[in-house]
């Protein structure tokens, strides 16, 4: 009994899912092995793909091939360095190759802008990790062979068994440099020199805890120590446990990225190596077909439900209006009867705005008439008689009610 559990134990290790000494995320399953027995890229695709970051030097290009499977942290680091800049980068709950990127603004606003591009170097790192660094190594013979790629106050370029190795110069900066694929991999320098330009250098921290192993064709963890620019960058380091740690022995990737969708379309445009390669063919492969799982965003989740239908009507997707219930119809009010009208009056006319012929009022003929009863007040006339209670004026012949 004892014997058998050994027989199995000894089969699971050999089983475990390690890819050129990589471990993966996430069980493997036989359809999956069998997708990696043809490449899903051909070589000029991955040429075209990788062409962007080809020319990146070691250490940054470890970190952005392992940040690639990570595409949803990628997203979610350019929206928090977009708004608080390098702050607290360390303390953001993403993988370590994600935060190692993001101290590097340029290069993690490329990814973040085209996740499609980023999306499809993650899946190609994970199923043909040996190609991709294959590929890298051409893209690499192609710029030295046109005298672009040169060793220089930024970067020294090296050449070992017949790889190719761009490891920073100076031991506190690290410099990204800026070309454009369609010239520095098929032109020679010519009169406007090297189509390589460099900005403003980045200091090296901690987090560059990757680099390149072309022997092994694979991307592996140096806990910072080893030769070259790492001995001599390493008194300049502040080291901590955020990037250097026996944690980090077992590079870990992303694989569920293989199960995202690719908007193939979107990325014909990077093909300015092999001009006439397209990722049509892909679009029809099985492989990146199945739907992708929902996307979920901690932060939003937190503060709202987003499974709430109600969200539906203002995302455009319900425009029908809400129906207001039924109320039954008010009872009619009781119109009080209009009195008959009496006799030597004339029927009120309808109240509008004022005028100047407003009731027939003539404003001359009221002051005359006013005048005239103050002089017979003042010559001692008697006044008119009072009225009793209830008496009624006689009609005046003019029909009118004021008149001389």
């Not at 997708?35 to 040429?47: T, V």
């Not at 294959?134 to 020294?156: F, H, I, N, P, Y």
């Not at 026996?246 to 990737?253: A, E, I, K, P």
């Amino acid at each position: 009994m004892r014997r058998s559990s050994v027989v199995v134990l000894i089969m699971s290790l050999l089983t475990t899912p390690v890819f050129d000494g990589v471990t993966f995320l996430g069980a493997r399953s036989s359809a999956a092995q069998d997708e990696l027995a043809d490449p899903l890229y051909s070589q000029d695709q991955l040429d075209n793909l990788l062409a962007p970051i080809a020319l990146y030097p070691d250490p940054l290009l470890a970190q952005v091939l392992l940040a690639a499977t990570f595409v949803d942290q990628v997203d979610e680091a350019g929206r928090w360095v977009r708004a608080n800049g390098p702050t607290d980068i360390d303390d953001q709950p993403w993988d370590v190759s994600v935060k190692a990127v993001a101290h590097y603004p340029a290069v993690l606003s490329m990814m973040a802008d085209k996740l499609d591009w980023t999306t499809a170097i993650g899946q190609a790192y994970v199923n043909q990790s040996t190609d991709v660094m294959a590929s890298v190594q051409r893209l690499r013979a192609m710029a030295k062979e046109q005298g672009q790629l040169v060793t220089t106050d930024e970067q020294e370029v090296l050449t070992d068994d017949g790889y190719v190795q761009i490891v920073p110069a100076d031991p506190r900066y690290l410099y990204v440099p800026t070309y454009d694929p369609g010239v520095v991999f098929v032109q020679s320098v010519g009169v406007y020199g090297p189509a390589i330009v460099f900005g403003t250098g980045f200091l090296i921290g901690a987090w560059l805890n990757h680099d390149c192993d072309w022997h092994n064709h694979r991307v592996f963890y140096t806990g910072w120590q080893g030769p070259g620019w790492i001995a001599r960058s390493r008194p300049y380091v502040r080291i901590t446990n955020v990037y250097v740690n026996t944690g980090y022995t077992t590079v870990t990737v992303n694989r569920t990225v293989v199960h995202r969708t690719v908007n193939y379309p979107a990325i014909n445009r990077y093909h300015s190596v092999h001009r006439n390669v397209t990722y049509n063919n892909l679009i029809r492969n099985r492989a990146f077909s199945p739907s992708p799982p929902p996307v979920t965003h901690r932060i939003i989740n937190r503060n709202i439900n987003t499974s709430d239908p109600r969200l539906d009507r203002y995302r455009g997707r319900d425009v029908r209006p809400k129906q207001e219930p039924e109320r039954p119809p008010s009872p009619p009010v009781a119109q009080r009867p209009a009195s008959p009208p009496r006799a030597g009056f004339e029927p009120q006319r309808a109240p509008r705005a004022p005028g100047r012929d407003e009731g027939g009022f003539d404003a001359r003929v009221s002051g005359e008439r006013g005048r005239a009863s103050r002089a017979e007040a003042a010559h001692g006339q008697p006044s008119a008689p009072s009225r009793s209670k209830g008496s009624r004026p006689a009609p005046a012949p003019s029909g009118r009610i004021f008149d001389k």
